[in-house]
């Protein structure tokens, strides 16, 4: 079965401290994206990526930047964690070129930011 | 702005009712919504999902209404059960390229037996 795998699940950080959340994907999808989910506002992209080697600004991309090594894995990065990035992080995984398909997504990593 | 608007933020039902989620939505280029249903501490999950050319798509006791010239659309749960209860995500594909999707704020249902 398709898996959208993420770590730590958990994760205390100081503000002005970096931060790297990490995404693996089982289901040799090319698409990876990263959301936040904050109460009153439900899902919102944050970056996204089209295969290896590539990242794309999604519609909240500030304070945060994305890496794509491989076309399993793929990061977040706060490079100055700040309390207002004090939420939940879902990665998800879709196809390529199948526009209107199904996005998986993974368990999820709770960040607070102290 | 794209905006995906849901309606109620939380809904509780009886056991065996019909639970109504609804969503609207703004730009007319939206053609494909899914659904997601997302349990605590879990990630969403696609529920169900229905392409602008039709008006209504059923899976078992979810079905989806769709009125396209009102740009709104509901999920009707039947005979709701209590582990139907969680977090329904209303969503709205857009952008010619990457598949990417913008989300409602969700309705919390709460079934009670």
């Known amino acids: 079965e398709a898996a959208v795998t993420q770590s730590p699940r958990n994760k205390v950080a100081v503000t002005g401290g970096k931060v790297t959340l990490s995404c693996n994907q089982t289901n040799n999808h090319n698409n990876m994206y990263w959301y936040r989910q904050d109460t009153g506002h439900g899902l919102r992209l944050i970056h996204y990526s089209y295969g290896a080697g590539s990242t794309e600004k999604g519609d909240i991309p500030d304070g945060y930047k994305a890496s794509r090594p491989s076309q399993e894995n793929f990061s977040l990065i706060l490079e100055l964690a700040t309390p207002s990035q004090t939420s939940v992080y879902f990665c998800a995984s879709g196809r390529q070129g199948a526009a209107q398909d199904t996005q998986y997504f993974g368990p999820g990593t709770r960040l607070l930011v102290l | 702005q794209q905006q995906v608007r849901q309606s109620p933020q939380s809904l509780t039902v009886w056991e065996g009712e019909t639970a109504i989620l609804n969503c609207s939505y703004e730009?007319?280029?939206?053609?494909?919504f899914p659904w997601y249903q997302q349990f605590p501490g879990e990630g969403p999950a696609l529920l169900i999902s229905?392409?602008?050319?039709?008006d209504k798509k059923e899976d078992g006791r979810f079905t989806i209404f769709f009125n396209k010239r009102e740009k709104k659309l509901s999920l009707h749960i039947t005979d709701s059960q209590p582990g139907d209860s969680a977090t329904y995500f209303c969503?709205?594909?857009?952008?010619?390229?990457?598949?990417?999707?913008?989300f409602g704020i969700g309705t919390l249902l709460s079934v009670k037996p």
């Open positions: 229905i392409r602008s050319v039709s």
């Open positions: 730009d007319s280029t939206f053609n494909y």
């Open positions: 969503a709205a594909h857009y952008g010619s390229s990457g598949n990417k999707l913008i």
